[in-house]
């Protein structure tokens, strides 16, 4: 997911006033996963349900996860997309980001 993209979606919740996108979650959670090890299911303990998933022809699953919060004085937007293999394995972390704005 682009910095665009997480920019944009920042700015439409901040139009709209005080709100919310997606489940908040921690991104040391995220730098504890070990691919190989972690799980999806353990993934989504941790993370909440994911903003998306896609399984590509190799059955591999891109699956991202996306919070934002905005109020009136500050904006909050984090997001993180993740590898499993076919055996819904971690393989990768392909994109991790995380923004705060006044």
Known sequence: MSVRFM?????????????S?????NMSDVDAFKPGVTTLSD?????????????????????????????????RSKGVSIIFDRNEKMQSVVHKSSTEAN
């Open 7 to 19: 920019s944009m979606l920042a700015g439409a919740v901040m139009i709209a006033g005080c709100a």
């Open 21 to 25: 996108v997606g489940q908040d979650f």
């Open 43 to 75: 993934a989504k303990e941790k993370l909440g349900k994911p903003y998306s998933e896609s399984v590509d022809t190799f059955g591999r699953k891109t699956v991202i996860w996306v919070s934002s919060q905005a109020g009136l004085t500050k904006v």
